[in-house]
């Protein structure tokens, strides 16, 4: 079965077809780094990483950028209030350079503890000034920019089809009037280019043609995506909440300047919430990181499971109860993986049921499911290890690299592995290969590094672990 997408913009699921032969291009609006990432950030980096390994899983080399902005984004997405970078560095006392490289790299420790791809293109915002300024400039010169007293603004009047992504009710909004329009002609316009208030030095600012100041945060995605992706790309992702304000803003601005709606599908991950309909927000009072997690001795990629066994077009209601389901249902998987053998081949038959699930818009609860239903079939423990493994290279879970500690191993091994430790301390080589070959015999491979022995896997199957 051809892998099929959901598209907002079509609001339908349709077979995905790439622009280039054999390639992707796919971009993914980054974090705001004014403050940590929450695990409800961190669930639309999971479903998009999901989505980049199935498009590989198809055979696809995708390039994949991912910006972090690190300017411009304002308190309220209406273009009122406050760069949250400044905010946040009067919150921490400390530059907003300096919270920005620390955010940043605090968000890429969590992106790698959660076994997500690394990007071809990590860009800052800050760093491509110059490609927001000349893009700011093209849409001058196309008719787009008019120019108040705090800022460059796009007139989205001169657009038609404004706000087609989020089936967005223009007359209606502006009848309404419930976000303040300031000195903007229009609710919908938003700030391309937002002056420096006069008096106060900002820490983030540029020269430009119109005055100093600093970009809006709508202009970074299209001209960080026409650089690095071209024009005209596949895929454009970011979680629910921007359909309605950054990617409808974003495709104003390449429309009126490329022609283009930037990408032939717009991916959107949904919410995880905290209890009813509450969203989980970096404002918002319950915060949870990943660190948060780690301290309680969850395993980050627990939480990659639970986000598994939701679908990314629903919602996934957050409670400690599912993720230690999830915790206990990895430790199973990650056990008995462990225990079966090298050397089987795919069964076709669960692949190709586990594929069909991921090619019908990513369900991964289903596809979970497949891999449940291949665990108690009774296929050769060899085969469930070759097509496991292969399902993984979606999954992300990590298995072969998985290795169990040695308080996870049967008591009988721990005290082999004990003996044969002290007998290495004691130099005697001899007992240590005789207790070796015991353990070998018994399906458990040992190797000798600098730290002491490691279990690095199992000779034959094994049915005392990962039956707990
Ligand atoms: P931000 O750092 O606020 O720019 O957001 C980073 C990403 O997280 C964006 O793609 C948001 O759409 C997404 N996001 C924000 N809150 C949530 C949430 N509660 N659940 C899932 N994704 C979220
Ligand atoms: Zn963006």
Redesign the pocket.
């Known amino acids: 079965m051809p892998l099929a997408l959901y598209d907002t913009w079509s609001r339908t699921v349709r077979p995905f077809i790439s622009i280039h032969a054999g390639e992707v291009g796919m971009y993914c ?1 980054g ?2 780094v004014y403050d940590y ?1 929450h695990i ?2 961190l ?2 980096y999971v479903f998009e990483d999901i989505l980049r390994r199935a498009l590989m899983h198809n055979g696809y080399e995708v390039r994949h950028v991912v910006n972090i ?1 690190d300017v411009g ?1 304002l308190t309220s997405d209406a273009d009122e209030g406050e760069d949250k970078m400044e905010k946040g560095s009067r919150r921490v006392g400390e530059s907003a350079w300096a919270i920005a490289q620390r955010y940043t790299e605090a968000f890429v420790t969590d992106w790698r503890a959660l076994h997500l791809l690394e990007p071809t293109v990590w860009c800052r915002a800050t760093d491509h000034i110059a490609e927001q300024i000349t893009f700011i400039s093209e849409l001058e010169r196309v008719g787009y920019v008019y120019r108040t007293d705090d800022g460059l603004y796009f007139d989205t009047s001169k657009q038609d089809n404004y706000g087609f992504l989020a089936r967005l009710n223009r007359a209606g909004l502006q009848a309404g009037k419930r976000v303040a329009v300031g000195n903007k002609k229009n609710i919908t316009d938003f700030a391309l280019w937002k002056f420096s208030p006069s008096g106060i030095t900002r820490q983030m600012e540029w020269d430009s043609p119109w005055g100093r100041g600093f970009p809006g945060w709508h202009i970074e995605c299209s001209a960080m995506s026409a650089k690095y992706l071209g024009n005209w790309f596949d895929l454009h992702c ?2 629910e ?2 359909i309605s304000v950054h990617h409808s803003n974003e495709i104003a601005q390449t429309q009126a300047a490329h022609g283009t709606r930037l990408a032939n599908f717009w991916m959107h ?1 949904h ?2 919430t905290l209890d009813a309909n509450t ?4 404002s918002g009072g319950d915060f949870i990181r990943l660190q948060t997690l780690q301290s309680r001795n969850i395993d980050p990629i627990a939480y990659r499971y639970l986000c598994l066994t939701a679908h990314y077009r629903s919602k996934l209601h957050f409670s400690w109860a599912s993720l230690d389901a999830a915790q206990i249902a990895l430790s199973r998987l990650r056990n008995l993986y462990f225990g079966w053998p090298d050397g089987g081949r795919i069964d076709p038959d669960f692949a190709a049921r586990f594929d069909a699930e991921v090619n019908e818009d990513l369900n991964l609860p289903r596809a979970l499911a497949v891999l449940w239903e291949l665990i108690k079939s009774a296929l050769p423990p060899a085969t469930l290890r070759a097509t496991v493994d292969s399902f993984d290279s979606v999954l992300g879970l990590g298995l072969r690299d998985w290795k169990p500690l040695v308080s996870d191993l049967p008591e009988s091994i721990q005290v082999l592995l004990s003996e044969r430790e002290q007998a290495r301390a004691e130099r005697n080589w001899a007992k240590a290969d005789d207790i070796r070959e015991k353990l070998n015999a018994q399906g458990w491979r040992i190797e000798d590094s600098k730290e002491g022995q490691r279990v690095i896997g199992v000779t034959t199957e094994r049915t005392d672990i990962g039956n707990e």
């Open positions: 609006c974090p705001t990432a409800g950030n669930r639309t902005t984004h970011g979680g909440d921007h991950g919410f995880l969203k989980m927000s970096k």
